[in-house]
């Protein structure tokens, strides 16, 4: 027995150290492409080498390096064959021996060089192209036809285009039946025939909900929104997906079509979803070294009455230790429920409590409002609602201070175009939201309007695009009521993080027969340049200016502000630190710090 498990210890060792790799740093790749395309081959070729990504790595074994080469030929072949080359060759040495040859249970102990040899051949042209049948008249693509490089990608881009063509005439189960791909090498002609069966034209039927959610099914088939009985789009199917993610209640979204279609040309579909928590708190902190600290926080709720129902309470202190100024506290409670008057209309309900605490007014206001929220496309969306808010407000810009109470009526809407790649930290797109909200203050008998424009728009400079030129344009107007009489937040002030870094909050005002207050007017631009330093660390370059005007847009006075700042990715959003001061403008004087979570826009 004992003679037993000492012969079985000892071919367990021999297998063990037979297949224990040796650990080194492969020293050269050599990759060599012939033929007068090859310094563009062979930038292709490199980028898809994972034999050349294991250059110089501590921790590649041997057999990760024959692996490495052994897939590298089908992998080499793919690239050569997407760039209209298939009379290829490939060679791969592993010092000097073939990749392939070499027995992967008797891997070399050192591996040093690796040379790889292409020789692509001749570039391949289309010779007899066909797809049929098409649905509609929209013909194949030029790229696609006799003559033209013989480009794997070309080819089967135009066949499943073709196919998504019988799809979005309502033909779901459309497939290519049969598929013949000739590479006449002697005349470097590639062929390809293709046949597609459309099959039945289908409509939308049943749809089933599934998964592990505590949203009701009729909730969620309503916010997918998907057309029962219409005939079938499988954009149609892509936008539904789309609003149940949106919606932010499920983790997990996916919409999925039945195998077969009924006898009476129905598709059924089957709606997967997997609910997030539903609850979730959170907070922000931001700093200035003028305004002071802003402490924010809120908790939501994603589903409160079992249909997806989103209600957040929000809250926040600012200003606190700000110079020139008192604290100010808000809470507010939103409500809303999606899919109300169609799968795109959103129903809201908002209210808050308001305490302004500012060097020319102290306002206590409660408001609320209710109204709609509307998804035109996939960019464009806009808001509608009825307002009503309550306000007593105290007035300290005259020699002795006055109090005043208003009650305003409103009808607030907006419009927003947004197509940025990322928005909380953007490199391309633009945004846009323009918002007018026509009121009448009843104490008084006093209509009016109140009007603004902020557009912002973002782009990436150079080869990587990594480095970002950004820029914002605010506009704002007020009609109706004299700068005393308006409501304190209808105002509008310039300087601080939102408007002019580098001027102190809110020092620009304008000028009424000596008495200083906020614009009916105003218009702010900034300009940022955003640069990587590193993988998560970047710095920053703005300037940003600012008028403010008694009147529409004549007779104001202006400032600017420029400075420098560092960011840092997270998760979360890039933590950012500004430093700026103020270059025109007599507003103030002085270096102000900003720090926050986000870009500044």
Same mark, same amino acid.
Request: charged share 25%; proline share 5%; with cysteine.
């Given at each position: 027995?004992?003679?037993?498990?000492?012969?079985?210890?000892?071919?367990?060792?021999?297998?063990?150290?037979?297949?224990?790799?040796?650990?080194?740093?492969? !020293?050269?790749?050599?990759?060599?492409?012939?033929?007068?395309?090859?310094?563009?081959?062979?930038?292709?070729?490199?980028?898809?080498?994972? =034999?050349?990504?294991?250059?110089?790595?501590? +921790?590649?074994?041997?057999?990760?390096?024959?692996?490495?080469?052994?897939?590298?030929?089908?992998?080499?072949?793919?690239?050569?064959?997407? +760039?209209?080359?298939?009379?290829?060759?490939?060679?791969?040495?592993?010092?000097?021996? +073939?990749?392939?040859?070499?027995?992967?249970?008797?891997?070399?102990?050192?591996?040093?060089?690796?040379?790889?040899?292409?020789?692509?051949?001749? #570039?391949?042209?289309?010779?007899?192209?066909?797809?049929?049948?098409?649905?509609?008249?929209?013909?194949?693509?030029?790229?696609?036809?006799?003559?033209?490089?013989?480009?794997?990608?070309?080819? &089967?881009?135009?066949?499943?285009?073709?196919?998504?063509?019988?799809?979005?005439?309502? %033909?779901?189960?459309?497939?290519?039946?049969?598929?013949?791909?000739?590479?006449? %090498?002697?005349?470097?002609? /590639?062929?390809?025939?293709?046949?597609?069966?459309?099959?039945?034209?289908?409509?939308?039927?049943?749809?089933?909900?599934?998964?592990?959610?505590?949203?009701?099914?009729?909730?969620?088939?309503?916010?997918?929104?998907?057309?029962?009985?219409?005939?079938?789009?499988?954009?149609?199917?892509?936008? $539904?997906?789309?609003?149940?993610?949106?919606?932010?209640?499920?983790?997990?979204?996916?919409?999925?079509? $039945?195998?077969?279609?009924?006898?009476?040309?129905?598709?059924?579909?089957?709606?997967?979803?997997?609910?997030?928590?539903?609850?979730?708190?959170?907070?922000?902190?931001?700093?200035?070294?003028?305004?002071?600290?802003?402490?924010?926080?809120?908790?939501? *709720?994603?589903?409160?009455?079992?249909?997806?129902? %989103?209600?957040?309470?929000?809250?926040?202190?600012?200003?606190?230790?700000?110079? @020139?100024?008192?604290?100010?506290?808000?809470?507010?409670?939103?409500?809303?429920?999606?899919?109300?008057?169609?799968?795109?209309?959103?129903?809201?309900?908002?209210?808050?409590?308001?305490?302004?605490?500012?060097?020319?007014?102290?306002?206590?206001?409660?408001?609320?409002?209710?109204?709609?929220?509307? !998804?035109?496309?996939?960019?464009?969306?806009?808001?509608?609602?009825?307002?009503?808010?309550?306000?007593?407000?105290?007035?300290?810009?005259?020699?002795?201070?006055?109090?005043?109470?208003?009650?305003?009526?409103?009808?607030?809407?907006?419009?927003?175009?947004?197509?940025?790649?990322?928005?909380?930290?953007?490199?391309?797109?633009?945004?846009?939201?323009? @918002? /007018?909200?026509?009121?009448? +203050?009843?104490?008084?008998?006093?209509?009016?309007? *109140?009007?603004?424009?902020?557009?912002?728009?973002?782009?990436?400079?150079?080869?990587?695009?990594?480095?970002?030129?950004?820029?914002? #344009?605010?506009?704002?107007?007020?009609?109706?009521?004299?700068?005393?009489?308006?409501?304190?937040?209808?105002?509008?002030?310039?300087?601080?993080?939102?408007?002019?870094?580098?001027?102190?909050?809110?020092? =620009?005002?304008?000028?009424?027969?000596?008495?200083?207050?906020?614009?009916?007017?105003?218009?702010?631009?900034?300009?940022?340049?955003?640069?990587?330093?590193?993988?998560?660390?970047? /710095?920053?370059?703005?300037?940003?200016?600012?008028?403010?005007?008694?009147?529409?847009?004549?007779?104001?006075?202006? %400032?600017?502000?420029?400075?420098?700042?560092? &960011?840092?990715?997270?998760?979360?959003?890039?933590?950012?630190?500004? =430093?700026?001061?103020?270059?025109?403008?007599?507003?103030?004087?002085?270096?102000?710090?900003?720090?926050?979570?986000?870009?500044?826009?």
């Amino acid at each position: 027995m004992t003679s037993y498990f000492i012969r079985t210890w000892l071919v367990c060792c021999a297998l063990t150290l037979g297949a224990a790799p040796g650990v080194q740093a492969l !020293e050269n790749v050599d990759l060599r492409v012939s033929g007068p395309q090859s310094e563009a081959l062979g930038d292709a070729l490199r980028a898809n080498s994972v =034999l050349r990504s294991l250059l110089g790595n501590p +921790e590649a074994t041997t057999s990760d390096i024959l692996a490495a080469a052994r897939g590298d030929y089908a992998r080499l072949v793919e690239v050569l064959y997407s +760039e209209g080359y298939y009379s290829v060759e490939v060679s791969i040495l592993i010092d000097g021996r +073939e990749a392939a040859l070499i027995d992967p249970f008797r891997a070399p102990e050192r591996i040093d060089n690796a040379e790889i040899t292409v020789d692509p051949g001749r #570039l391949f042209r289309f010779g007899a192209v066909r797809v049929e049948p098409l649905a509609g008249a929209r013909p194949l693509p030029d790229r696609f036809r006799p003559d033209a490089p013989a480009l794997a990608s070309v080819a &089967r881009e135009a066949t499943r285009a073709a196919v998504n063509d019988w799809r979005k005439a309502g %033909h779901a189960k459309a497939r290519i039946t049969d598929q013949r791909v000739l590479a006449r %090498h002697d005349s470097a002609r /590639l062929d390809v025939d293709a046949t597609i069966a459309p099959g039945p034209r289908v409509r939308f039927g049943d749809v089933t909900v599934t998964g592990q959610s505590a949203v009701r099914a009729s909730r969620v088939r309503r916010i997918a929104g998907l057309p029962r009985g219409e005939t079938y789009d499988p954009d149609a199917v892509d936008k $539904a997906a789309a609003r149940l993610r949106k919606v932010g209640t499920f983790s997990s979204v996916q919409v999925n079509e $039945a195998e077969t279609v009924t006898p009476d040309g129905a598709l059924d579909m089957e709606i997967a979803v997997v609910d997030r928590r539903p609850r979730r708190i959170g907070g922000g902190l931001e700093y200035s070294s003028f305004d002071g600290l802003t402490l924010s926080g809120y908790w939501l *709720h994603r589903n409160l009455l079992g249909g997806a129902e %989103h209600f957040r309470v929000d809250g926040e202190i600012a200003q606190i230790g700000g110079t @020139g100024q008192g604290t100010d506290y808000s809470l507010s409670f939103r409500f809303e429920r999606p899919a109300v008057y169609g799968p795109d209309t959103l129903f809201f309900v908002e209210s808050g409590l308001i305490y302004s605490d500012e060097p020319r007014f102290l306002e206590e206001k409660f408001r609320f409002t209710t109204g709609v929220s509307r !998804e035109f496309s996939d960019t464009l969306s806009g808001d509608l609602g009825i307002g009503y808010e309550y306000a007593r407000i105290t007035d300290r810009y005259a020699p002795t201070i006055t109090r005043r109470e208003m009650q305003l009526l409103s009808l607030p809407l907006s419009l927003t175009f947004d197509n940025r790649d990322d928005p909380l930290d953007a490199s391309r797109g633009v945004f846009a939201r323009a @918002g /007018l909200t026509p009121f009448y +203050e009843t104490f008084d008998a006093q209509p009016g309007a *109140h009007a603004t424009l902020d557009l912002r728009s973002y782009r990436a400079l150079g080869e990587s695009g990594s480095t970002v030129l950004a820029g914002r #344009l605010q506009l704002g107007a007020l009609v109706g009521p004299n700068a005393q009489a308006a409501p304190p937040d209808m105002l509008f002030y310039s300087g601080g993080a939102g408007t002019v870094r580098g001027q102190p909050y809110k020092s =620009l005002t304008a000028d009424y027969g000596g008495v200083k207050l906020g614009g009916r007017s105003l218009a702010t631009l900034s300009g940022e340049l955003r640069f990587p330093v590193g993988d998560r660390l970047g /710095l920053a370059a703005f300037a940003d200016a600012g008028f403010v005007s008694g009147g529409f847009f004549e007779d104001g006075d202006w %400032h600017a502000g420029a400075g420098l700042g560092v &960011r840092y990715k997270t998760p979360v959003g890039p933590i950012r630190v500004d =430093l700026a001061g103020p270059v025109a403008g007599n507003t103030g004087g002085g270096v102000q710090l900003y720090i926050g979570i986000g870009q500044a826009f």
